[in-house]
């Protein structure tokens, strides 16, 4: 075992080593030669589309187009992203000069990080993993990725595919459990982009103190949904019932919990059942047969999300809506809760499965204190048409992201920047954001011969200096 261990921290120093190398020889490379690699990668992807759908059908019971829409869509967007807007990301940034930097010319310049560690979850788990990829190579680094153990059959194509197609110096797998991703976070990387839980993300951001290596933490937490009476209520029932029980609920940004207005409570109750059997039912039942209900990935999450419908129900939550679930068949039926205690562990831990806690207010000021009293979340969602309420709200909390009378948009639109805010992560993903996370942002200034500006403040500091001193506070 001892020998084991040695053999594994070898083998992953020399990976390290052979990346460093190749990163170092990348950065004096033309730009275009990554926007010609990430063009070829998508076509690639392309081509293995059947291969990562039954993969992923074998590990989370996705259908095949669930797992184009929500594993294989998102990365390609990302590629062409990149490769439409490459040139204008790489393009050196110029910088006026102020009157007391005359003479000078500046720049910010987008420089490659190095080499990038790159741990990915299991509950999107090809899209999270070679999603954040295609920002780290267009930034012109080389990756070691680390797919999550829990979705083996992902993670084996997630291997083959990168194998077929890159260097091992550019891009390697490596898989395995939490072991071996300890073993990964010994290496002084130059950035590590973490997806996964919050808990983890601690101990991940402690193991990249050691070296101070960057980090982009993409976390969870418990995402907010408020629908006032003004809502378009079968609007949002049809959204919510999407947005929360897509992947049988493992959805970073599903809504987590929902503050209704008591008024408006059991109608949207009543649709939002509708909604749900249409979207993943079949005549009006979701069963093992369900084609594009997904399945929970293993028996601990199974047992976990159970627990947490127990507790609430012991807690006096009344079931709006349960079926027959089968753990052997790791399928949880969607399960809607209302009347639930914010005392209940489901309103404490991210559920994280197909169950929807409700809390019905009577005043608008009670809103405020449930969400404040949590983490701030990854997402916050509001459903109404009165502009002022969502104004007030979208003030008052501080989130990742907000979609107002929609969810889940705000990941999957290309141009804005995902991410969370302290307990849900920080620093951004997608797009230009996600290059900017792979990238150093370098100033670079250039000063010109002879007298500069700078040179009337050097020592001797005579009356002159203080008078020049005195007038740049004063006027600059
Ligand atoms: P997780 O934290 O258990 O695992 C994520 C990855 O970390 C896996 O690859 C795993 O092998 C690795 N890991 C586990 N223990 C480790 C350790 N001690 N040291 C280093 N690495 C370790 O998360 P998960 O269960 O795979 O994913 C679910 C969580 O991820 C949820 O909280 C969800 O909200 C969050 N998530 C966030 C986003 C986002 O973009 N913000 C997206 C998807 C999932």
New binding site residues.
Partial sequence: MEQEEIGLKQDLKTLFEKQTVRSQQLRSEPWQNRKKLLEAFGKHIMQNRQRIAKAVNTDLGKSATESDISEVFPVITEVKDAVRNLSDWVRPQAIDAPLTYLGTTSEVQYEPKGTCLI??????PFN?TFGPLISCLAAGNTAIL?????TPHTSAVIRDLAKEFFDEDMVAVVEG??HV??QL?KLPFAHIF???????GK??MHAAAEHLSAVTL????KSPTVIDSSANLADAAKRIAFGKFLNAGQT?VAPDYILIDKQVEREFIDLLKKQIFKLFGVNQIINTQAPDYGRIVNSRNFNRVDALVQDAIQLGAKVELNGNSDAGARFFHPVILSGVSPESKIMEE?I?GPVLPIIAYSNEKEILPIILARPKP?AFYIFSARERFQRELVTAVSAGGVCINDCVLQFTHPNLP?G?INA??FGKAHGRYGFLAFSNEKPVLKQKRGITMSSFLYPPFTNRVKQTINLMLRWL
């Fill in positions: 741990i990915g979850p299991w509950n999107f999270l680390k797919p999550s153990e829990l459990d939490s991703a300890g976070l973490f997806t996964g839980s919050t808990h983890v101990i991940v993409e976390l969870g937490g970073c991210e994280f990854l995902f969370g849900s992560g």
